[in-house]
């Protein structure tokens, strides 16, 4: 087919050829320019007289711009191309958190990577996102940390922090990307205070049984039971199976514990007595099953149903508050050890146990006292004694 045939217009380099409308069918003119640019000849299309509403002046403005150094439209989008391509190959904060995910798929029933997916689209993301971990710097994550405490707790921003840590390690430990300079980059993770120990006074337990003895829903009841029993962990229940619960050695079995490995641990009278009544829900193999027979993710309307019910104080927090109390109970009983008290707590680090040791001094204080108190009754009651003795 022949090349249509170019026109000139009063302005240099501006020429027109005459076609017909895409939308219209009718004839328009559709114009072009020519420059050149680093020696080369460039010839390009500055659009159509009724689409674009093109006229020579305007085409005339156009090479202009491009003759100051304006990239074409063809320039542009090679330009970006070219950046999407690099991008691809970028391990970017964001990039790197979908290659983690990819590696950690979620268990039935977990939310800790849908918690932290949610946190690192939402915090992270607007602010290290497009940058790879190596581009950014202490400054950045002192503003982000700064920024976030205004309205998040320091619990909520230390979370959102270890994650960006985490993402990097994870890039790192793959190769993926270069370790930051720690001279660059500190990610300083906010101090919390986690050392509270919830307690109940006497009055306040005995009004928690009761609600739990007159609690109609079975599963609520007994799965609270068992965790004051046997300090277990919220989720270490959610995922507890009666292949676990060794009623001949008289263990639980603790699958992948949030201290690390599987461990077990003893199970108590009080413990065996809640299991052994326990009903088994045909269809599944779980103890306290969630709906269908799957894997139970949330106990919180039962427990906060119960909480209420006791008259608790509002700051306690039913799940943890039981764990809590189990490990204080023994404690304070001074019958036990620290070392023993974080092996059935399945902590990994013993000073997450550390908490209950001041609970510990004060039991063998109250023993000493007991012992002094003995002595002192008989050094009282011998004075005669010894003086006649004399």
């Known amino acids: 087919m022949p090349a249509a045939k170019r026109h000139k217009t009063k302005y240099p380099g501006v020429t027109y050829i005459e076609a017909k409308s895409h939308a219209t069918g009718a004839v328009e003119r559709v114009y072009y320019i020519r420059y050149r640019r680093d020696g080369k000849l460039v010839e390009e299309k500055a659009g159509r007289q009724a689409q674009d509403d093109m006229t020579p002046a305007k085409a005339n403005a156009i090479r202009a711009r491009r ?13 970006e191309q070219a950046a999407k391509d690099a991008e691809g190959n970028r391990w970017t904060i964001e990039r790197l958190w979908e290659e983690y995910r990819a590696h950690h798929p979620e268990r039935p029933g977990a939310h800790t ?4 997916n949610s946190r690192a689209r939402k915090y992270l993301f607007p602010a290290f996102g497009k940058k790879e971990p190596v581009e950014i710097i202490t400054l950045d994550v002192d503003r982000l940390r700064i920024k976030l405490l205004k309205t998040k707790t320091p619990q909520t921003v230390k979370h959102i922090l270890a994650l ?6 994870f890039g790192v430990s793959k190769g993926l990307t270069a370790a930051p300079d720690p001279r660059q980059l500190h990610i300083t993770i906010p101090r919390v205070d986690n050392e509270t120990t919830e307690d109940l006074n006497p009055e306040e337990l005995a009004r928690l049984l009761q609600a739990l003895e007159d609690e109609p829903n079975i599963q609520a009841k007994n799965f609270m039971l068992t965790a004051l029993y046997t300090g277990m962990r919220r ?13 001949d050695r008289g263990f639980i079995h603790i699958r992948e514990p949030k201290g690390g490995k599987s461990q077990k641990i003893p199970m108590n009278t009080m413990a065996r007595q809640v299991l052994e009544g326990h009903p088994r829900e045909p269809g599944t193999t779980y103890v306290f099953p969630g709906q269908g027979g799957k894997q139970r993710v949330t106990i919180q309307v039962a427990s906060n149903r119960i909480k209420a019910r006791a008259g608790l104080p509002a700051e306690f927090r039913p799940m943890h508050g039981l764990r809590h109390l189990f490990a204080s109970t023994l404690a304070s009983s001074g019958a036990v050890d620290l070392h023993t008290l974080q092996r059935m707590l399945t902590h990994k680090n013993p000073r997450m146990t550390q908490r209950y040791a001041h ?14 108190d003995i002595f002192g009754q008989l050094t009282g009651n011998g004075k005669n004694t010894v003086k006649g003795a004399g």
């Open 359 to 372: 609970l510990r001094d004060e039991a063998l204080l109250r023993a000493s006292d007991v012992a002094g």
């Open 113 to 116: 990577l849908r918690t932290d």
């Open 67 to 79: 003759i100051e150094g304006e990239d074409s439209n063809a320039e542009k989008r090679e330009k």
């Open 235 to 247: 989720g270490e229940l959610f995922k507890l199976e009666w292949r676990d619960v060794d009623f």
């Open 164 to 169: 960006l840590k985490r993402i990097i390690r």
